[in-house]
């Protein structure tokens, strides 16, 4: 890659690149070792996060995906095991989503590989470098995420 060229790259386009790499890294690494996706992960997260049982429209907006989007998530989370689709008592027409142990064992494994993992940059052995990147992307999360964002798949 031309790092040269980067040099004065918009912090945007920075961003863009960087979370592509590391999306098609990280979808590698969970595609060759859990068969998993990150979308997938998302989803067992949520899951996970909520006792393991939530509607399929509150995980949709939780992981910021359309509820088409969705389906297709779920379709291949279920076909593995990892999550079961079942009525809602409540609604005849809702499907709420519950994850399995299967599901919440691959979530054991991925999260430790998330937390005992080796740092990326040497920005992650500088607190003060990671402070700041850390502010930088949480005030961008907090302002890109909304009712109105159209960026969201």
């Known amino acids: 890659m031309d790092t040269d060229r980067l040099q004065n790259a918009p912090l945007g386009s920075l961003l863009v690149l ?9 979808g590698g690494y969970l595609a060759a070792h859990h068969n ?36 297709g998530i779920v379709d ?19 499907v709420r989503l519950t994850i399995t142990e299967a599901g919440r064992l691959a979530l054991v494994k991925v999260r430790e590989v998330r937390e005992f993992h080796a740092p990326m940059t040497s920005v992650d052995t ?19 995420e909304g009712p109105d ?5």
Do not use: Y
């Not at 996970?48 to 989007?69: E, I, N, W």
């Open 76 to 94: 291949t989370l279920e076909k593995s095991g990892h999550v079961q689709r079942r009525p809602d008592p409540n609604d005849r027409r809702a």
């Open 18 to 26: 960087a979370a592509r790499l590391a999306q098609q890294q990280w």
């Open 149 to 153: 964002d159209h960026t969201r798949g």
């Open 36 to 71: 998993l996706t990150p979308a997938g992960v998302a989803v067992l997260t949520t899951l996970g996060m909520h006792g393991g049982d939530l509607s399929h429209s509150r995980v949709a907006q939780a992981c910021f995906f359309k509820p088409a989007t969705l389906t």
């Open 126 to 144: 500088d607190p003060a470098k990671a402070a700041i990147i850390r502010e930088f992307l949480m005030e961008l999360i907090s302002t890109l």
